[in-house]
């Protein structure tokens, strides 16, 4: 390959250049492996300028999913975008799908569907409803979300509780019954969760509903409140999900049971889980809760303006063991803060660089390159937002411009990457080197 270059550099000058720029163009290969090179950077600082549309991304106001918010955010950075603090807009659904769709805010990873398909639609004053800009996008975890009621194990083997049916029993009612009104006590979900309406339709629905009322306020402080209960060996009945810390400090089989909560003839989808660790019923579990998927949802017109974005959201996909790991080390941290969140999520990265590579070369491509320069028979000078065709290269800086060095020395620095696809040099590479 022909070597272009407007300036001497030094050796050291050209192997940190030919780092950064290799790595942002994601041409990885082969078996995942933690001892991969981590993600280029973290991007540009907040509000400053690189080129590309800054996004404004959310999280919801459940901690078990502050994770996935910040793994897409350093996705979202090493694609090339700036990207808003997402702990700086830690929303509740319905506040969060309204500001969605009026543009004040891009996306997040905190969809759950179909339990927040109710969001997507606009129901006007005259009755009618009206579609949104709103679009899932992708399948983060695919029936990830599994959710239900547990009830505290010695109690459930006491009295023979299998099922939300049997709160229809005098005796089951009396024993949950915490402020003596006659119904059973449910700790529940907070105000403007989509579960805390879900568990109300379910009390007016179903013939047990009328024996049990929901105890509604701060999850986290209502998950404390059940947990001493079942310490002290008191009767315990408590709504939960996966993946969710819960199910570590309250463990399904040990220290609580999945009840079962036969659904309606007509509900739209299954309720049953089979293999179910911990279902005081039979297997398939019919828990009476639809299993959702974590997805991520975006603005429709972002989405239209960033394919490159869109394809990446597409794409992305989460172990649900590896979130319940994450949520189980944070439930057992004693201070787990912002930083241990955006350190974990850097670690999941590097742990599947291979994996995060191949998302992010599939993302680009989508977005595709302004300008392709085929450095395979001719020199040339390459710019920010161009596309190269070439042999394994180097790539370093000068100014506002990259150029390509090719020697079979440098073979390593990319691995066995394919040579007849353009990849995009990106400007923020470009600048941390000037």
Known sequence: ?????????????????????????????????????GPVDAG????????????????????????????????LQELGHPVTDPAQATLAPESFY???????????????????????????????????PIEPVGT?????????????????????????????????????????????????????????????????????????????GDYDGLVEQAR???????PTLLYTWTPNWTVEVLEPG????????PSRPDAPTPTAVEGLEGCAGGDPCQLGWTVNDIRAVANRDFLDANPA?????????????????QNADMAGAEDYGQEAIQQDAAEWIRAHRQRVDRWLTAAVHRGGPRHVVDQR???????????????????????AQAVAVGADQHHGVLGQGRHDSPVEVRQRAVARLL
């Open 309 to 325: 974005v869109r394809r990446l959201l597409e794409v992305v996909a989460i172990p649900l063991a590896d979130i319940a790991a």
């Open 98 to 132: 309204p500001a969605l769709a009026d543009g004040e805010l891009d996306l997040w990873a905190n969809g759950w569907f179909p339990l927040h398909r109710r969001y997507l639609d606009r129901e006007l004053v005259t009755g009618q409803t009206i579609d949104q």
């Open 228 to 234: 001493q209960r079942i310490d002290a060996g008191k």
């Open 377 to 399: 028979h001719a020199g040339g000078d390459l710019q920010a937002g161009h596309g190269v065709v070439a042999q394994p290269v180097e790539l370093f800086a000068d100014r």
């Open 44 to 75: 540009p600082p907040e509000g400053e300028a690189a080129g590309e549309a800054t996004v404004r991304l959310a999280r919801a106001d459940w901690d078990t999913g502050f994770f996935q918010a910040e793994v897409y955010r350093q996705l």
């Open 140 to 216: 983060q975890v695919p029936q990830g979300a599994v959710q239900g009621y547990v009830v505290d194990r010695a109690t459930a083997k006491e009295l023979d509780v299998t099922s939300m049916a049997d709160f229809t029993r005098s005796e089951v009612v009396e024993a949950f019954d915490q402020d003596g009104n006659g119904r059973a006590d449910l700790y529940g979900c907070q105000q403007g969760w989509g579960c805390n309406r879900r568990i109300a339709a379910h009390l007016a629905e179903h013939p047990w509903g009328a024996s049990i009322e929901q105890v509604v």
């Open 1 to 37: 390959m022909t070597i272009t270059t407007r300036r001497r550099r030094t050796a050291t000058r050209l192997a940190a250049a030919a780092a950064v720029v290799v790595l942002a163009s994601a041409c990885g290969s082969g078996e995942e492996t933690g001892a991969a090179s």
């Open 254 to 261: 040990n220290d609580v049971l999945w009840l079962e909560a």
